[in-house]
């Protein structure tokens, strides 16, 4: 009897396990519901709205009454204006990728830095600091960065008078507006990406550190050979999402950080977001067209994503997304 017991109770008891797993399980799914049903509203149904991509939108006749029309609305943007569309996809693509590239250094260098700090306060501070601007509304830095750059009354423009400049009417000359929004760019995204890479760091074995040390390593060296093989997979995934979106712009800061993108500064600050916004505004018949717009966009990030993600399988795994 005691025999048949004892050959019972490994069997009960992982059944006992496997039960408390699945309860472990449901808790955790229960948590997650509520960003299920978000994501449910705002991100799958609305695609049911795909269909307009196809079709001569008339409000008075709705979705299904609406004129079937086929690709037409696809190919009004490439035959409408090649040249204006060239500079869109210039400014869309080129201006994410450069501004990615330059976040990404920048926010892997100040995570390394940041962890090598070893006074918690000094710590906190900066992380709230660097961490603040990108709880900042766009609409409100707008108005700010604006006020900063009066042609007459901004900061900037003053500080150019005293040293003996002209002042630059900023909303009016384009060329400024490269960097001008780099610096937005940066200012909203570096504390988000300082932190992420920091709070990765904070996983590292502290053991491999001190034993860096002993064997004579700097600071530079450790980083190098420690921190940074660390949040490389980390890095790489963000890299890897990052660029799946490099066809859809921050609308909020090429549109209102430009003061709602004047025709002046279109030839370097309209993407196609904004010119998506304008068509909206100017025709509000073209919501097809606009959606096919909307539609090329996705397709085209999302092939990026699954090229991009398999040039990183190569690189390394780990940081691969899928």
């Known amino acids: 009897m005691k025999t048949k017991a004892l050959q019972k109770t490994p069997a009960s008891r992982t059944n006992g396990i496997k039960k408390l797993q699945r309860k472990d399980n449901w808790q955790l799914f229960s948590l997650s519901v509520p960003g299920l049903i978000v994501l449910a509203l705002f991100s799958y149904l609305p695609m049911f709205g795909i269909v307009l991509a196809f079709k001569d939108y008339v409000a008075y006749d709705g979705i299904f009454g609406s004129r079937w029309v086929g690709f037409d609305n696809f190919t009004v943007f490439f035959t409408g204006n090649a040249d204006y569309f060239k500079t869109l996809l210039t400014n869309t693509v080129g201006l994410n990728v450069l501004y990615l590239a330059v976040n990404t250094v920048i926010t892997i260098i100040m995570g390394m830095l940041l962890f090598e700090l070893k006074n918690r306060l000094t710590i906190r501070v900066y992380q709230t600091i660097v961490f603040l601007p990108f709880i900042v509304s766009w609409v409100g830095a707008a108005y700010a960065m604006k006020a900063n750059l009066d042609l007459n009354y901004g900061i900037v423009n003053s500080f150019l008078k005293d040293w003996g400049k002209d002042a630059i009417s900023w909303y009016t000359e384009p060329q400024h ?101 304008r068509a909206l505004q100017t025709d509000p018949s073209s919501i097809g067209a606009s959606t096919a717009i909307g539609l090329m966009q996705s397709i085209a990030g999302f092939i990026v994503l699954m090229l991009v993600n398999k040039i990183a399988s190569w690189i390394d795994e780990k940081g691969t997304v899928f």
């Open 177 to 277: 507006w490269t960097w001008l929004l780099m610096i937005c760019y940066l200012w909203k995204k570096v504390g988000h990406g300082t932190i992420v890479y920091y709070g990765n760091l904070m996983s590292v074995d502290t053991s491999l550190f001190e034993a860096a040390r002993l064997d004579g390593a700097n600071r530079f060296q450790i980083m190098a050979n420690i921190s940074w093989p660390h949040i490389r997979p980390i890095v790489i995934s963000f890299t890897i999402l990052s660029l799946g979106g490099v066809f859809n712009s921050d609308f909020g800061m090429f549109y209102y950080m430009t003061d709602f993108n004047p025709h002046k500064l279109r030839s370097r600050t309209d993407v196609i977001d904004t010119y998506i916004i």
